[in-house]
């Protein structure tokens, strides 16, 4: 489809325009506010697409918006991802691994703020290496989250621990796609731009650290092993397999929906041959149209979050037709005049296209153009805005709660029960990388630091 043709008008201009947006804000904040779960989120961008069709001049072109936001790759990966992680996740959780590991780790006093510590840097490591922060979540919540609420860490700050382990592995990976994007549209080296990162990726995982090592709560530990259920059972750490062949694949650059079949299909043959499982407990047909076992839980379990990303998905090809990159180029164009004015300007653009689109490689390439353009004429480098961008990615992406580095490990936190469950809403405030980021930008973009002249490169 040609990009001219991508456009949408509405009535009432620019009122009528942002009507969906303010919508989707205004039902979010109010979920945000009465820690809601995932379903508030469903409401808030399904609420956004009706909105839209009361305004919209042309209703055949907004209904081919919301296909075209629905027809991106990245929705149906990350919705699969969804469903196949739920399996993987529930396949553990269910077979007493999780339980069996907590029992080992309180026994060994390794508790409370420093199991979330440790957590947050193998966090880092794994996202570092794989680059994904999406299929990190998939891999590290199924056990380090219940392992850590089992051995006294409040729910919430261990989901913080581990999306900010995933947004320091995204920032800073060489591998991952905000990393490339950032360096291919700057037209950067990519060593380059990995090692001049440092400078503000590692202050900011010094920050988190000291902050999960000072002000993570805890609860009590044996409380929650009891109330999770169950005793330890050695035979159950076969599961263990479950993530180790995810990990394996996700290390080898295989492909994530991939990586999670096979982890689960490992999981099913030595759950089955190991007597974890039987064939009743995983899946099982007792009549009357009903389905009942271990699968067919996990993926019910995963109906609120798929209906979220159906209308998130529906309401970013609304926000593309509509022209709102255009907005925030146009918007980046005024403020870039001098270099601070134009490093100011670019932390403005992306950080409201990230978390307008909840993807940050979408923002990064949507601007990079003109981020280069304007960079080049204000004197900032290659490298300094390659890194700009990406940071500010994982600053503001992170930290709204109606993105899936929000409302993912959410969900994933809810499949343990009431009283692990974590609200969309409170990840922000934990997410401790990117509050950390935050400062770090700020001071880098106020003060210089980290700033050099194209000559120092």
Request: glycine letters at 10%.
């Amino acid at each position: 489809m040609d990009q001219k043709t991508r456009r949408i008008s509405f009535r009432f201009g620019k009122a009528g325009k942002f009507a969906p947006l303010i919508v989707a804000a205004a039902v979010s904040v109010w979920a945000a506010f009465s820690q809601s779960n995932v379903n508030g989120y469903v409401l808030a961008f399904f609420a956004a697409l009706v909105t839209g069709v009361i305004f919209v001049k042309d209703e055949k072109a907004y209904g081919e918006a919301l296909v075209y936001g629905l027809s991106k790759p990245m929705f149906a990966v990350i919705v699969l991802a969804v469903i196949l992680a739920a399996v993987s996740g529930k396949l553990m959780s269910a077979s007493g691994a999780v339980q069996t590991i907590a029992a080992y780790v309180v026994a060994a006093g390794f508790t409370g703020k420093l199991f979330v510590a440790a957590s947050f840097l193998i966090t880092c490591l794994l996202a570092f290496a794989t680059g994904t922060s999406v299929g990190t979540y998939f891999v590290v919540i199924p056990i380090l989250f219940p392992v850590g609420v089992m051995a006294g860490a409040a729910p919430e700050f261990m989901i913080g621990a581990i999306v900010s382990g995933a947004a320091f592995g995204d920032n800073l990976g060489p591998i991952s796609d905000t990393t490339i994007a950032s360096s291919a549209t700057q037209h950067a080296d990519l060593g380059t731009v990995v090692r001049t990162r440092t400078r503000y990726s590692l202050p900011a995982a010094a920050g988190a650290l000291l902050l999960f090592l000072l002000f993570s709560e805890t609860t009590e530990g044996g409380a929650a092993i009891g109330e999770a259920g169950g005793s330890a059972e050695p035979v159950s750490l076969v599961m263990l397999a479950v993530p180790a062949v995810i990990i394996v694949l996700s290390l080898m650059r295989k492909h994530l929906i991939t990586a999670l079949s096979w982890g689960i299909l490992a999981g099913i043959v030595l759950g089955l041959i190991s007597g974890v499982y039987t064939v009743d407990e995983l899946i099982s047909f007792p009549g009357g149209f009903s389905v009942t076992g271990v699968v067919i839980e996990a993926v019910s379990g995963t109906a609120g979050t798929v209906a979220m990303l159906i209308a998130a998905f529906a309401f970013l090809g609304v926000l593309e037709y509509s022209g709102l990159f255009e907005d925030v180029r146009k918007l980046l164009e005024r403020f870039a005049k001098k270099e601070r004015g134009t490093e100011a300007a670019i932390v403005l653009s992306v950080g409201i296209l990230s978390m307008v689109t909840g993807v940050i490689s979408v923002a990064i390439v949507a601007l990079g153009d003109l981020v280069n353009e304007i960079g080049e004429k204000a004197g900032v480098n290659r490298y300094r805005r390659a890194n700009l961008m990406d940071c500010t990615g994982c600053i503001f992406c992170f930290l709204a709660p109606w993105t899936v580095h929000c409302v993912i490990p959410a969900q994933q936190s809810a499949q343990f029960g009431e009283g692990f469950a974590v609200a969309p809403s409170a990840v922000p405030f934990v997410n401790y990388y990117s509050l950390c980021m935050l400062a770090v930008l700020s001071v880098a973009v106020i003060t210089g630091y980290g700033r050099k002249s194209k000559e120092d490169i």
